[in-house]
């Protein structure tokens, strides 16, 4: 299932506008990997390249390779369809679809793909819930609108919408960061189940987060405002955070701990 | 030295002298009285006159009164309160006045058999007849006119908004800019010249090519904005699960936006309902039944009402003003059911 991401020389632009450059990593299979950096550095941008969302802000422009299983996203021929049910995406704020019901919402994915078999949708619905730890909280009200919930739960829904089309990488951009401490740490203990089977990939902001969940770390930093975000290392979490070999990531880590 | 003087006055810094609830109807009603004074006294006999003299002479009162009572700054709270009220019934008058004179005189002749008979039997000059014929012609040709008018224009607003880049998306809003300026006559002439060159005559649907291109802009400029209401993030938590952009336009995007998009039909329906000179120059109007858009003259409301109004006879002026009593109904309805669809469709908020 889970998938390794392997990118070389990956540089994004927004129109003319070069906003990360060159950066080089490897994402292994079944782990989490944390991305931190200060604000505007690239860490959106760059997560948005691995699954080909970049493309769809108007003037979003890629150039390098990124590797799933010696596979080229970037290569001719790849449908970007294909690639995004491949590696699934969780946002920062929740974004249930508001004309939808909870059951629909899960649904969603395999429904607009026209990809199921209704007998199997039931239980597709009940097995991502539960993945994502909602089941027990929504089971008696399925048909209720999506946007009823909390905002723990809202984003819990949306990844159980996410692993319901069964994609092989997880991307989630700062999942916690609209959330209360509990539900942050209900999608933390979550993310350490999915790991199990998905290869994760977390952009946060909060430290302790990243040291919590993460197997492996990235650090990432900008020259200048306005200058392009660059990949500064990526390393076992614990290293970075106790002994990182780039003295910009030390400052980094220990200012924000201050 | 004003500062001691405010302070004098205020023993408590947050509670001000203030005027009593009843200053606002108080004042609106004397400025009223004076008003009908000076109207009398000065020999004016319009009663827009006497209105406009008391709608100033409330704002005046307001603030000046308020100025020595509370202080400047609710003084200028309370004149700014004033002239929304102001401009409120200065808009509100005329409507209700509109309305009560069609009631009023509408319901003269308006009944079950006004309803569905037609005038085919009745010359202008007699009392009797009906607008039947009319209702029919108005529900088809504004009905076919929303069939054309009503996808293409959703189309388009499709097209600009989830689409459109560069030139050509420019060059569409352009024209579809140029479009909403376009009088309904010439929109009825650019038809009849298509007529004339096809050497055909009047008919009803000829009317609503010409309804249908006054519809579109409309439909397109609503259409766009509601669809730019739907937040971003939904078509990227769409797309992001590897759906199609097309079924993600047409499952989340329209979904999440069709009240409005249904609400800014009906109200370029109601529109259209009202156009007179495009019926004018390509259905001609008549006083038979005719059933059938593709062939032959036929009648609509507008027109009904024009023509009765122009015929010059009581019995004809008495038809008008029912006609136009059904034609605002039909808007009215119109207008609600839009608000009905608008509500029901709207994404639900918790727990409902
Ligand atoms: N839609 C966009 N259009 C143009 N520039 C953008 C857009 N989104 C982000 N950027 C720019 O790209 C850079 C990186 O932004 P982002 O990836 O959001 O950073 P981060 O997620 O690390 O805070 C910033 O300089 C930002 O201004
Ligand atoms: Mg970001």
Redesign the pocket.
């Known amino acids: 299932m889970a998938k390794r991401i392997d990118v070389s020389g990956l540089t994004a632009y ?2 003319a ?1 070069k ?2 450059d060159d950066i080089s990593m490897t994402v292994e299979p079944r782990s989490v990997t944390a991305f931190i ?1 200060p ?8 997560l948005r390249t691995l699954n080909r969302m970049h493309e769809v ?1 108007p ?1 979003g422009r890629v150039e390098g390779k990124v590797l799933l299983d010696d596979e080229d996203l970037y290569g001719s021929g790849v449908d970007p369809v294909a690639v995004r049910s491949t590696i699934g995406m969780v946002f920062q704020r929740p974004n249930p679809f508001p004309t939808m019901s909870i059951f629909d919402n899960v649904a969603a994915g395999l429904r607009l793909n026209g990809s199921y078999k209704k007998a199997e949708l039931a239980d597709v619905v009940e097995k991502s819930l539960k993945g994502a730890n909602l089941w027990n909280e929504v089971k008696d009200r399925l048909n209720k609108p999506g946007s009823g919930l909390s905002g723990g739960q809202q984003q819990r829904l949306c990844i159980a919408r996410a692993i319901a089309v069964e994609p092989q990488v997880l991307l989630m951009d700062e999942p916690c960061s609209a959330l209360d401490p509990i539900s942050t740490l209900a999608i933390e203990d979550l993310i350490g189940e999915l790991k199990e089977r998905f290869t994760i990939v977390i ?1 946060t902001h909060n430290m302790q987060q990243a040291a919590r969940v993460s197997d492996r770390t990235a650090f ?1 930093n900008l020259s200048a405002v ?1 200058q392009p ?1 660059k990949l500064i290392e990526i390393d076992e979490t614990e290293r970075i955070f106790s002994n990182p070999s780039v003295q910009a990531t030390e400052d980094y880590i220990s200012g924000r701990f201050g | 030295m004003s500062h001691a003087v405010v302070t004098d006055k205020r023993p408590s810094t947050l509670r001000g002298a203030s005027l009593p609830k009843w200053f606002a109807w108080a004042t609106a009603a004397g400025s009223l009285a004076l008003a009908v004074g000076i109207g009398l006294a000065a020999g004016l006999h319009s009663k827009v006159q006497w209105g406009l003299i008391a709608s100033i002479l409330f704002v005046l009162g307001t603030y000046v009164i308020s100025a020595k009572v509370e202080g400047p700054r609710q003084a200028k709270d309370r004149v700014a309160t004033s002239v929304v009220w102001v401009a409120f019934l200065l808009a509100v008058v005329p409507l209700v006045s509109l309305v009560w004179t069609t009631v009023s005189r509408g319901v003269k002749v308006l009944d079950g058999y006004f309803l569905t008979h037609s005038m085919g039997v009745v010359a202008d000059d007699e009392v009797g007849g009906g607008i039947y014929h009319a209702i029919l012609g108005t529900a088809q040709q504004v009905g076919l006119a929303t069939l054309i008018g009503a996808p293409i224009g959703v189309l388009t607003a499709i097209y600009l908004v989830e689409y459109g880049r560069g030139k050509l998306a420019k060059s569409v809003t352009f024209f579809v800019d140029v479009m909403t300026g376009i009088p309904s006559i010439v929109a009825g002439l650019f038809i009849l010249s298509l007529m004339l060159m096809l050497d055909m005559s009047y008919f009803g649907f000829a009317g609503s090519l010409a309804l249908a291109i006054l519809m579109m802009p409309v439909v397109v400029r609503s259409t766009e904005e509601m669809l730019k209401l739907v937040p971003n993030e939904l078509r990227e938590a769409s797309l992001a699960l590897g759906v199609p952009k097309w079924r993600t336009i047409l499952k989340v995007v329209v979904p999440t936006s069709l009240g409005g998009i249904t609400t800014g039909i009906m109200l370029a329906v109601a529109r259209i309902a009202g156009e007179t000179a495009p019926i004018l120059l390509l259905v001609f109007g008549g006083n038979f039944i005719n059933s059938n858009p593709f062939e032959g003259p036929q009648q609509a409301l507008p027109l009904y009402i024009y023509q009765q109004y122009g015929a010059g006879s009581s019995a004809g002026y008495d038809r008008a003003w029912a006609a136009s009593l059904v034609l605002i109904a039909i808007v009215m309805i119109l207008n609600l059911a839009a608000r009905g669809i608008a509500r029901w469709k709207a994404p639900k908020a918790a727990g409902r």
């Not at chain 1, 604000?39 to 760059?46: A, L, P, Q, V």
């Open positions: 927004y129109s506008h906003a990360i950096g604000s505007g550095c690239g860490k959106s941008t760059f802000t003037g952009v990432f306005g975000g």
